[in-house]
């Protein structure tokens, strides 16, 4: 990467880091309703008395945050940027779209890192947690792994406000509403109904929650006793899912993303609205 | 001699849109029809049109953002659509809406849009004052958030950042729509300074004639997508014989710069 490109990169991160500044009542208000949200979540198995459902729930939560806020920052970045008015200067300007996107799915990794601390943070007060035994590194290698199929996710997802600003942010959000429910975040694919179980072999959440499950330790969980996560060769199957499914989804949201810029400047739609 | 810094021939764009209660009916918008115009390097050319008469989206396919459908385009030496990059490593432009992260402050702004250009923090915020003083801008303001500065403030600030990255070609569109008498002023004296010190390429839009005339060298009159007079302003009058380029603008359309300008709708 050359050090224009560098520069280029961090254009991105530095205006999403001083939006971020601007609108930080919006980053707090987000904050806590996450925090909210997964403490709610979480305490349902607190409630059944049962620390392996609130270990699973803890582990959804977490993992949910983190790939919603990652997918939902990039995929949303075009209509940000449509709704300022800003679209127009920003694809003039000679930064390639891969070093566009790119920059912008840096910082998305960064700020969905925050939102995934925050409510960790948070649910210690609400929750007696400990990860003690769990492998922390396995898990961290995972969440980087599968954060390269939800950027490729989002950067097709990203597509859909240049089509149209309005609908194209409520297709984002049903794409996403579609992940959460067939990835079984907080309960087994197992129990979805049998006709809708082969969509969530498409999503990256599905084989990221399985292999943070095992790293965790849930599935060896017995009461009393310290977390036995397991080693990260055991969870090689659904790294390798994740790794092809990053290395399919990336270049091809980038082509889509492409042929949807071309369209885009065929038919006038760069033009701000909106 | 100077040479070519635009070489625009039969230029065409067409806007499909669908109409009718099931969207069936596609009903075409001949924005430009076969335009042709050079512009010489170092010149300010001006394109003096009612709205909807195609400046905006003939500036859109100069700015990489558009793709005509017809026609060839060559700036700089360089041909749209294949060479998009190297063109835009080489224009500025700046639009009629200061479009902006209005609640970033101006530093904010313009060091985002440096960096987008593979500048460095130092050199883009020494230029930024630099050309902001030049503007009239009180430099006290640089970090105040654009939502708080008037339009000419923020039309002075959209300047600064299309100057920020030094582009041979700028393309101003309606830069003095909207703004205050000692504003639209302070800008026109910009653009007379600029063209004179650092020999700048400029094609600027407008529908004010008294700045078309006191800003450009040439001007080219367009009315529903075609140019229909080119020259300097003294032989746009002379050919038309006409005292004032309101009057070239009748005696070539046969109807009034308003009555143009309440006809047409695509823009």
């Known amino acids: 990467m050359s050090a224009s490109a560098i520069r280029q990169t961090w254009a991105f991160i530095y205006r999403d880091h001083q939006l971020t500044k601007r609108y930080w009542s919006w980053v707090v208000v987000f904050a806590f309703y996450a925090l909210v949200n997964s403490a709610s979540v979480a305490l349902i198995g607190v409630a059944a008395h049962d620390t392996r459902l609130t270990l699973t729930l803890t582990i959804g939560v977490l993992l949910w945050t983190f790939l919603s806020v990652l997918f939902n920052e990039i995929a949303m970045s075009i209509a940000y940027e449509r709704w300022e008015g800003t679209l127009e200067y920003t694809f003039m300007a000679p930064a390639s779209r891969f070093v566009h996107l790119f920059g912008v799915s840096l910082y998305a990794m960064i700020y969905s890192i925050f939102r995934v601390v925050v409510v960790l943070a948070g649910l210690f007060v609400f929750i007696d947690l400990s990860f003690r035994g769990a492998n ?17 996710l989002g950067l097709i997802a990203a597509t859909l406000p240049v089509f149209s ?7 984002t959000n049903i794409l996403q509403g579609v992940l959460l429910l067939v990835s079984g975040i907080y309960y087994p694919v197992s129990v979805l109904p049998k ?5 969530s072999w498409l999503s990256p959440a599905t084989y990221a929650l399985s292999a943070c499950r095992k790293l965790t330790g849930i599935d060896t969980f017995v009461p009393g006793r310290p977390l036995h996560g397991a080693p990260l060769l055991a969870v090689m199957p659904d790294l390798a899912r994740l790794l092809v499914m ?8 980038l082509w889509i993303f492409g042929r949807v810029e071309h369209w885009a400047k065929k038919t006038g739609k760069l033009k701000r609205t909106g | 001699m100077s040479s070519v810094a635009i070489r625009v021939q039969n230029v065409r764009k067409v806007f499909r849109k669908r109409k009718g209660a099931l969207r069936r009916e596609i009903h075409e918008e001949h924005a430009l029809n076969g335009i042709t115009f050079e512009v010489r390097e170092g010149e300010v050319y001006g394109l003096l049109g009612p709205n909807g008469s195609g400046k905006s989206t003939l500036i859109r396919i100069l700015s990489t953002l558009l793709l005509a459908d017809g ?6 030496g360089f041909h749209l659509p294949e060479h998009e990059r190297e063109v835009r490593e080489r224009v500025g432009r700046v639009s009629v809406d200061a479009a902006f992260y209005k609640k970033l402050s101006a530093r904010e702004n313009l ?9 460095e923090k130092t050199d883009a915020e020494q230029k930024a004052l630099y050309i902001l003083k030049r503007l009239g801008q009180d430099a006290s303001r640089f970090d105040d958030p654009l939502e708080e500065m008037s339009r000419g403030m923020q039309q002075k600030v959209s300047i600064a950042r299309a100057l920020l990255v030094n582009p041979p070609l700028l393309l101003l569109d309606e830069p003095t729509t909207g703004l205050d008498p000692k504003s639209k ?15 700048t390429t400029i094609v600027l839009t407008t529908h004010d004639m008294d700045e078309a005339e006191r800003l450009c060298d040439r001007i080219g009159i ?4 075609q140019l229909i007079a080119e020259g300097t302003s003294e032989e746009l009058k002379f050919q038309a014989g006409a005292d004032n380029l309101e009057e070239v603008f009748l005696k070539a359309v046969g109807k009034s710069f308003e009555e143009a300008e309440k006809e047409v709708t695509v823009e």
């Open chain 2, 185 to 199: 002023q302070e800008v026109q004296r910009f653009i007379q300074d600029l063209r004179l010190r650092e020999g």
């Open chain 1, 246 to 253: 990053g290395v399919i989804l990336i270049p091809v949201g």
């Open chain 1, 136 to 152: 922390l590194f396995g898990i961290l290698i995972v969440l980087l792994v599968s954060s390269l199929a939800f950027m490729g």
């Open chain 1, 195 to 199: 006709w809708i179980q082969p969509v």
């Open chain 2, 111 to 119: 060091l985002y849009t440096a960096f987008l250009y593979g500048f």
């Open chain 2, 71 to 76: 026609g060839d385009v060559e700036i700089l």
């Open chain 2, 222 to 225: 367009l009315t529903r997508g």
């Open chain 1, 165 to 171: 600003p309005e609908r194209g942010a409520e297709a």
